[in-house]
């Protein structure tokens, strides 16, 4: 394994700050000459590394969605992204990106008294039609909406705190992690590639690959992500890892197997699944607890429908090997 960079600091992974581009570019033209890194182009077994949603929303203490365990997810992934630099062909990251009038958001919703919605208050289909809650905007389309979303037995719908908004701090890569990233850009001479979603406001879209609805009222709201899954699936292996596990992630690697599937579920055994870097969002505290919101036991079981499938469950500490 290749030794960490001088200027990382890990008891930084949890701060906000801005990058330090041109530091970390010098650092890493010095480190490819010391450490002979040859660059990604002439690796003949690509390893993607494809990070889901590693904000500063989801991964900064403070942030409105910060996922418990995320900081310390964060820290095992940077120091696996510098440990096995030579062998990590390209960086892919996901970027939750919303706005504030979105399905999920509580501007989108009020009551009887004109009171919008707490943050993780779950809005079932028999509320919308009870008329206990609203929709602002398109009441047509969210009726629809929290219907069609049940039906597919994931999720109902779940109000998230403000979020990732786009032109937002909380929008960013967390900085840490960035400049880890551009650290493999420069010492291997590939760019790191950033992938937007969530932007449609009538749907949710918890996966990389597809919205959680693809269609309201006749109309498309999303589509299934092609150009970016034949990206991913050139390479011959796939470290996937960010936030939170039992949402973006686990619905990304659902959409990934689902297409896979479709192709050659052989292939599913690309796929390798850090588990050591991702966390899951805590329950809500409901009670009783409805079995549809107990995150850590959807993500804990998923994952093992995942091994069983064929993809690969590793950590971060265990030999990158071909």
Sequence with gaps: MLPLPAFYRPNQVKDVYIERAAL???????????NRVAPSARDQYRVAAFGIDCQIGFSVPGASLFVPGAVQDTTRTIEWLYR???KITGVHFSLDTHRMFQIFHPAWWVDAQGNHPAPFTPIFHKDVVAGTWTSVSHPR?????TKRLEATGKYVLTIWPYHTLLGGVSHALVPALMEASIFHA???????????KGTHALTENYSVMSPEVRELGGKTVGTFNTPFFKLLMEYDRIYVF?????????????????????????????????EDAMSPVPAPAISPLPDELNFPRIADEAMADFARAG????????????
Excluded: P
């Design 24 to 34: 970390v570019a010098d650092e890493a033209r010095a480190f490819r000459e010391k």
């Design 84 to 86: 096995n630099l030579d």
């Design 141 to 145: 389309e969210a009726l629809e909406y």
């Design 186 to 196: 420069i010492a291997r001479s590939h760019q790191t590639h950033f992938e937007t």
């Design 242 to 274: 960010g936030q939170a596990k039992s949402h973006c992630v686990l619905s990304t690697l659902k959409d990934l197997q689902r297409e896979v599937e479709q192709v050659d579920r052989n292939l599913l055994k690309k796929i390798w699944i850090l």
């Design 311 to 322: 993809m690969v469950l590793v950590k971060t500490t265990d030999e990158v090997t071909f």
